[in-house]
């Protein structure tokens, strides 16, 4: 049984600074890519960063430059930084993992930025 763990959501105010984690443990295949995406309220699923198993990082251009997803292989885990936070980041943020075969993701955490 694979499971995303994630970590670090919360209330912050606008300017202020996050950071999510997310473990993943159970998985026969090793990890591929693995990344957040965020919903808010009414609005689909989107990506905000991924990161591959070699390192290799993708931002939405929403997130450029103030977030800053890292990976630790050995853990399974990975920690998305996140700094000069807006209102409309406001949003649950979901941990995704995947391996040749299939896509997993957490149960989500919720990131409220106040203006």
């Known amino acids: 049984q694979v499971q995303l763990v994630e970590s670090g959501g919360g209330l912050v105010q606008a300017g202020g600074s996050l950071r999510l984690s997310c473990v993943t443990s159970g998985s026969r295949f090793p990890i591929g890519a693995m990344g957040w995406y965020r919903q808010a309220p009414g609005k689909q699923r989107d990506l905000v960063a991924t990161?591959?198993?070699?390192?290799?990082?993708n931002y939405a251009d929403s997130v450029k430059g103030r977030f800053t997803l890292s990976r630790d292989n050995a853990q399974n885990t990975v920690y998305l930084q996140m700094n000069s936070l807006k209102p409309e980041d406001t949003a649950v943020y979901y941990c995704n993992a995947k391996t040749m075969f299939s896509n997993y993701w957490g149960q989500g955490t919720q990131v409220t930025v106040s203006s």
């Open positions: 990161v591959t198993s070699g390192g290799t990082t």
